[in-house]
């Protein structure tokens, strides 16, 4: 068996043709999505880069993994402590060592473990190509080292190849050669001048005013694709042209691979899994540029799966989990389920169209700020313990299924459905804590060691900046809830 597995950073579903987006920029990834299953409401449990791609492959909530942040205690895995063997549970089960345990000879090519130190993300890996940059590739550097392995090795049989691209993750950075196949396409209409000038006012890490998150700089190598100030509305055009070129591009360095299959005749014999870690708010709650949030938009990830038997040009309309993909391939590739796990196998929902769905979804985010939030029915509400200097209220709630950019915070008219996603998330954070061997929620980890990395130590200077931009209004609030962070 060969299974090609694309890794594609800061990829937000709603942004693919495959998934109803208007523009052309994935014809190879919607190629995919025809000859397989499209999952439409699949979510990192835990966002963004470190502890999404944490739960991905130890098949395990942050809140277990301890890793809900990008710095501090909370990046690093959770020890194992007394109970630790020779070799670690994880090592022996993490998503890649299932591949290893159906026979496959497991290969990734990515920079990730060093971006973020992260050395346990290569376990189950027979063969790692570390390309150099920690993220910050374009595709053209990764490509080659893919049909590099390709060219030696796609004939081979039982293979997993992970391949992790990074362009549609910020500073968006398509070469300037490659144009702007969309600068004659309408604009999404959700984002408008209201909605723009009323962002403007607002405080907070990455936003209207802020996109390079506490302040306007861009670095001058990535001026032509990325901004770092949102004033009207031909700079949220420029915002969305180097988003969407940055999925364009590297969907093109897709194609190359799909080619390079084709050619060596094994295309149509091998599974293809596409997903990425979290995905991209573009204004939504005044954030532009990032995904510093527990939000509908930076949770909701894609997940399309072509495999031997599976559905062909199918939809999955359940809700997932991104943790729930190393007992699923388990159950794919009869590999004993591992007892740690804590996802749930949609293998059936794969062969036979059965809806394998969870009833709800909790999720969060401790690195920008720190926050925790639940999707039920058409529902997404979320909780701030820490609000990213946006002054989120405490409770925030949005019909996702009317409002999919959240413009309309419904937590004042609807208290009943407020009461409902909390009881859910005390419910969850019972039954996790239970299983967590030494009792200490990592999100309040985070908040004991002086707050969420890409907040920490940065209030004073941002006061400072608010002053001299006319949002000096702003400032008294953010002393009194943040009283610990002035010094």
Not at 32 to 46: L, Q, T
């Amino acid at each position: 068996m060969r299974v090609l597995f694309l890794d594609l950073d800061t990829l937000r579903p709603d942004h693919l043709g495959c998934y109803g987006y208007p523009r052309c920029t994935s014809p190879n990834l919607d190629r995919i999505a025809a000859e397989g299953v499209r999952f439409d409401d699949y979510y990192c449990s835990d966002a963004p880069c470190l502890p999404s791609r944490a739960s991905l492959v130890s098949g395990q909530f942050g809140i277990r993994t301890g890793v809900v942040g990008h710095g501090g205690t909370a990046a690093d895995m959770r020890l194992e402590a007394s109970g630790r063997r020779f070799r670690s549970a994880f090592s022996n089960n993490s998503l890649w060592m299932v591949f290893r345990k159906a026979g496959l000879r497991t290969v990734s090519v990515s920079p990730f473990p060093e971006r973020h130190s992260a050395w346990w993300f290569s376990a189950g890996f027979n063969e790692t190509v570390n390309t150099g940059k920690g993220g910050m590739e374009s595709a053209e550097e990764v490509t080659p080292a893919v049909l590099d392995w390709l060219g030696r090795n796609a004939t081979q049989d039982n293979w997993l190849l992970h391949v992790n691209y990074w362009d549609p993750h910020t500073p968006y950075r398509a070469p300037a050669e490659f144009g702007n196949p969309f600068a004659n396409d309408p604009l999404p209409a959700w984002h408008t001048p209201a909605v723009l000038e009323r962002n403007r006012a607002l405080p907070g890490g990455h936003g209207a005013q802020d996109v390079n998150m506490w302040d306007n700089q861009v670095a001058p190598r990535y001026v032509s694709r990325h901004l770092g100030e949102v004033r009207d509305m031909g700079d949220w055009r420029r915002l969305i042209d180097g988003y969407d070129c940055g999925i364009r591009f590297m969907d093109g360095h897709i194609g190359q691979i799909l080619d390079c299959l084709d050619a060596a005749g094994v295309l149509d014999d091998t599974a293809i899994i596409v997903t990425s870690d979290h995905g991209e708010c573009l204004g939504e709650l005044n954030c532009y540029g990032e995904h510093g949030t527990s939000d509908y938009v930076t949770h909701r990830i894609p997940m399309i799966i072509r495999w031997p038997g599976a559905g062909k040009g199918t939809v999955d309309r359940g809700l997932h989990y991104n943790l729930d993909l190393a007992p699923t391939v388990a159950e794919l590739l009869n590999v004993p389920r591992w007892p740690g796990w804590q996802g749930s196998s949609y293998a059936p929902a794969l062969r036979v169209g059965a809806d394998c769905g969870h009833r709800q979804l909790v999720l969060g985010q401790c690195c920008h700020g720190a926050q925790r939030s639940v999707r039920f029915g058409p529902w997404f509400y979320i909780r701030t313990l820490h609000d990213f200097y946006h002054l989120y209220p405490r409770e925030m709630l949005f019909n996702v299924e009317q409002d999919p950019h959240e413009t309309n915070d419904l937590a004042a008219a609807r208290p009943e459905i407020c009461a409902e996603g909390a009881r859910l998330m005390l419910t969850w954070h019972e039954d996790m804590m239970r299983t967590v061997p030494d009792a200490v929620d990592p999100l309040w980890t985070v908040l004991r060691e002086g707050g969420p990395e890409h907040s920490r130590g940065q209030l004073k200077a941002y006061c400072e900046r608010l002053q001299a931009t006319g949002r000096g209004q702003h400032i008294p609030e953010l002393r009194r809830r943040h009283p610990g962070e002035l010094a």
